[in-house]
């Protein structure tokens, strides 16, 4: 059953996929059109559950999934993941390979980079501490508030001089 994403409460279990490329106006009104039918449809052991998306920045793609009554099984989970295998074949991107790094430079440019040979990136200046990149640890909805942290508070900190 879906919901519009606002309306979702905040407790919602979220995944969080990043598109290796910006996402055009009429391939995100594509994804809309079928997470739209896929949210319809979306149930763990036939039971419908409330469940929506959003797009973020053109790139960063949440499903959201209220497990408050039921919760989402894998046959349900892995439904979701075809659907957008089925949009990265379509669109020709990458969704789901959970390989890359999102960053945002400070002047708000969004990049999706390989996560290999990320210590390279930072030694070479690629990566600075100004930017922000994709918290790892959101689950629900309200972590979305910190979707966004600094470099110089993450996991890639470790690749920093002191």
């Known amino acids: ?74 046959c349900s989970i892995d439904s979701s993941v075809r ?20 960053l945002k430079r400070p002047d708000g440019e969004l990049r999706v980079i390989p996560a290999l040979g990320v210590k390279t990136r930072v030694t070479s200046g690629e990566i600075g501490l100004d930017a922000e990149v994709i918290n790892p640890q959101i689950r629900v909805k309200s972590d979305l508030k910190n979707l966004w942290q600094p470099v110089r508070n993450s996991w890639l900190s470790r690749y920093f001089p002191n």
């Open 83 to 102: 659907t957008l295998r089925d949009l990265e074949s379509l669109l020709q991107t990458n969704l789901t390979d959970q390989g890359k790094i999102s």
């Open 1 to 74: 059953m879906y919901l519009p994403f606002e309306q979702m409460p905040e407790y919602s279990r979220v995944w969080v996929y990043q598109a290796d490329k910006p996402i055009s106006e009429s391939d995100e009104q594509l994804i809309r059109e079928r997470l739209v039918s896929f949210c319809e449809g979306w149930n763990t052991h036939g039971n419908l559950m409330p469940t929506s998306f959003d797009i973020l920045e053109s790139q960063i793609l949440i499903l959201a999934v209220d497990e408050s009554k039921l919760g989402a099984s894998g």
